[in-house]
């Protein structure tokens, strides 16, 4: 399995440490997922994301290029500003979901989700011959991590030399962590304020025990996706996959209307599902896979759900059938053989 | 990790006591919870409920997954642990105390010497993890 440059730091700190898209990872610290997910509503957290891919894309066409193989618009990005972005197949679907930063007029780093690196390298690999530019591999170029919380720029604050206050959302700034060279972008995917940072691998753990010594809490994948269920986004494989339309969810948005690859197979398609947020009315948990029922009928599958850590209300993402989609639709989620009641709601699922 | 000397165990990982007038408890082990993380939900038998031993008779739910629990012996459930409801945290606490699940009565006491002690256990859980 492969181990991020902060592994000893995760073992040392006693985390619970699972397999991940061939990675081993911290699932939580002994603070528990749910401490470790209020730290971040509250406070601040910090989280190890090393183990998600990095790709550049260089080159006189490599914004006509990234125009044309990705939804949303790169060249709407000005310099050192990121965007939420996603990868399309030519069957309507999504290839990954991805975050595309402008380093330069002709020059793009992409972070792609862990388990997908592999299919998005051979994906742009396949489109990249007839623009002039090129695709590299940086994965293991960079260290990430993700600090996280409402309290982020203020400690970010004690420990870099730059002033961050006027650093907007979504721009990035090069500086310095104790010494350690740090690509800082204030981004993030738990719906709160938050940064990115990139530095090298072997900076990464003195880059981490500054953000620990001054008082982030390490948390775990376990509480990056309740963070991000809770926020109401998307997690690759389960609410996005390679059949997905995104046009068919609340991430269309991402989904500009030019030139793309795939787009005759996505553009203008009938939604006969579409993606939903639930609420269950009634106890329980609703999990992946778990059936929804509409009058008797099954009308789709429960693609991510937990229980709230900070509403302590029971939340899930469905994809359903359109007729069944509307907010406020009364519908059941079958958990163990029993019809649960749960209402169709609008994400996000706490107030911001 | 935590295993009591003088409770029984499952391969599953649920714990018993010893019978206190055909009466015993059940729980699910220190090593479970730690493997599970943060209880948030707990979903229990109904008293009265006839159960055989192996029957999947309640679920213990963390943040990240559902957890089936299994009847260790057969009998009668007699109780169960309501406090659970509000406070399901406890099983991570205090998972031999506090944290206990349902209380079965026994229909075949001899059923309890199929089960492990806790050197046996121990040795099963450490293969496990």
């Not at chain 1, 990872?25 to 989280?47: C, K, N, T, W």
């Not at chain 1, 260089?58 to 790169?74: H, I, K, Q, S, V």
């Not at chain 1, 398609?269 to 269950?280: A, E, T």
Request: aromatic share 8%; hydrophobic share 40%; charged share 25%.
């Amino acid at each position: 399995m492969k181990r991020t440059p902060l592994y000893d730091t995760h073992l040392a700190l006693h985390a619970r440490m699972v397999d991940f898209a061939g990675w081993s990872m911290p699932v939580h610290y002994p603070s528990g997922i749910q401490q470790e997910h209020i730290a971040v509503r509250s406070d601040v957290g910090l989280f190890d994301v090393s183990h998600m891919g990095e790709v550049r894309v260089l080159g006189d066409e490599a914004t006509a290029f990234l125009r044309y193989a990705t939804l949303n618009d790169p060249g709407r990005l000005k310099l050192a500003r990121g965007q939420y972005n996603m990868l399309p197949n030519d069957r309507g679907g999504v290839i990954d979901d991805l975050y595309v930063y402008r380093e330069g007029d002709d020059e793009y780093l992409i972070v792609v989700n862990a388990a997908n690196v592999d299919s998005v390298l051979a994906h742009l690999r396949s489109l990249v011959a007839d623009y002039a530019c090129h695709v590299i591999d940086e994965s293991a170029t960079w260290a990430l991590m993700a600090l996280q919380g409402p309290g982020s720029a203020l400690l970010l604050g004690r420990v870099v030399a730059d002033d961050l206050t006027e650093l907007r959302k979504n721009a990035t700034v090069l500086t310095k962590v104790s010494g350690c060279p740090v690509k800082l972008s204030r981004t993030g995917y738990t719906g709160e304020d938050g940064f990115e940072l990139f530095c090298h691998p072997t900076d990464a753990a003195i880059v981490w025990d500054v953000l620990t010594d001054a008082g982030a809490l390490p948390c775990g994948l376990g509480a990056r996706d309740t963070l991000r269920l809770e926020a109401g986004f998307p997690l690759y494989g389960h609410e996005l996959d390679d059949t997905t339309n995104p046009l068919c969810t609340d991430f269309k948005w991402v989904v500009k209307d030019k030139p793309f690859y795939g787009r005759e197979a996505m553009w203008g398609k009938p939604c006969s599902r579409r993606l939903v947020g639930l609420k269950l009315v009634d106890r329980g948990i609703a999990r992946q896979g778990y059936r929804v029922f509409h009058q008797d009928g099954q009308v789709g599958e429960v693609s991510s759900g937990t229980l709230s850590p900070l509403t302590r209300e029971s939340i899930a993402f469905a994809w359903v059938e359109s007729q069944a989609s509307e907010e406020g639709t009364a519908i059941e989620v079958e958990i163990r053989g029993q019809r649960v009641a749960a209402t169709i709601v609008s994400p996000p699922f706490f107030g911001q | 990790m935590n295993i009591p000397d003088h409770l029984r165990y499952t391969a599953s990982h649920e714990w018993v006591t010893e019978p206190a007038d055909g009466v015993v408890t059940v729980g699910i082990s220190d090593y479970a919870q730690d493997q599970l993380g943060d209880v948030v939900y707990v979903e229990l038998p109904e008293t009265g409920r006839e159960i055989g031993a192996g029957d999947q008779v309640a679920v213990v739910e963390s943040v990240k997954t559902a957890s089936d629990i299994y009847a260790p012996v057969s009998g009668t459930v007699e109780s169960v642990n309501d406090a659970l409801d509000g406070a399901p945290e406890q099983i991570n606490h205090s998972p031999y105390q506090d944290g206990w699940l349902f209380r079965v009565r026994l229909s075949d006491a001899s059923e309890l010497t199929q089960l492990l002690d806790a050197t046996a256990y121990r040795q099963a859980a450490s293969e496990e993890g």
